[in-house]
């Protein structure tokens, strides 16, 4: 069944707003020229990774969806992106970190059955996973950002899919490194959006609507969980025909998921009853 349109979702792990508008040089030239609108969007509470992937693709609170930490992690019972897209006959991708796969596949993360799949009966049809197993802050165990890229663009190419989101940690690990104003930061922002900008190209003329953003902030001292501006405010990149509310607009991270499955003409479930921001 062929949906109302094609969208990939980008998530930059940990990255607060005034780092996008300020370092993301490739985005911020696009907003600029009208190819991309951009507005500040706020994370939900816990601003804890885990927490916020659950809350994108659910778009209800962690207090609903019950994941209140990384550490508490199980298969989320709530409507996602992925059930709902897949329930009108669309075909998804993921390449992300494995709490993506354990949330809205199957908990726990078999790494040698879960780390790459397709299933074309699953709410996730194509699956290609990493893990991070070992990290610390000597060490990020992040793969290159790069390579993540490139994996999505080969499930564009090869299947075709309707949904695809990609999401990596590098950002989130080296702010947790190094924190949030430092010449180390500068230039992982810079590396990013340089790689970034070799891709999103592709996809655009490809025919896919896409949204970068991140899951939350970050402060200076490489902090994030609570409740803060630093910690909970990020950007939100749009490419693609709709139109947004004023720029000004602070947008509420539950409006993600609502959002997402308007534009590609999936309905809404129940659950998800923020506002669509894009019409």
Request: net charge negative; glycine share 10%; aromatic share 10%.
């Amino acid at each position: 069944m062929a949906l109302k349109s094609k969208l990939l979702l980008i998530i930059l792990d940990g990255v607060p707003y005034r780092n996008w508008r300020r370092l993301m040089g490739n985005l911020e030239g696009w907003a600029q020229s009208g190819e991309a609108q951009v507005w500040k969007m706020r994370s939900v509470l816990p601003s804890t990774s885990a927490c916020c992937y659950a809350s994108i693709h659910t778009g209800v609170t962690p207090q609903v969806h019950g994941i209140l930490s990384n550490e508490i992690r199980f298969r989320v019972t709530q409507p996602d992106i992925f059930s709902e897209v897949s329930k009108a006959g669309g075909k998804t991708g993921a390449v992300t970190h494995s709490y993506w796969s354990e949330f809205f596949r199957s908990y726990p993360f078999d790494l040698v059955e879960d780390l790459e799949f397709d299933d074309l009966g699953g709410p996730i049809t194509h699956g290609r996973f990493h893990s991070m197993t070992g990290y610390n802050l000597k060490n990020q165990m992040t793969p290159s950002d790069v390579d993540l890229f490139a994996t999505l663009t080969m499930l564009v190419k090869r299947h075709g899919i309707d949904y695809g989101i990609l999401h990596t940690c590098t950002l989130d690990s080296m702010g947790h490194r190094f924190g949030h104003d430092c010449i180390e930061m500068d230039h992982a922002c810079y590396a990013m959006d340089a790689m970034l900008a070799a891709f999103l190209p592709q996809w655009r003329a490809a025919g896919y609507e896409v949204i970068v953003t991140a899951d939350h902030g970050q402060t200076d001292r490489g902090h994030h969980g609570g409740h803060d501006d630093e910690m909970q405010d990020f950007a939100l990149y749009y490419f693609g025909p709709a139109k947004g509310p004023a720029a000004d607009t602070l947008l509420d991270q539950l409006q993600l998921a609502p959002t997402v499955l308007s534009r590609l003409g999936v309905e809404i479930p129940e659950t998800m009853t923020a506002k669509v921001f894009l019409g």
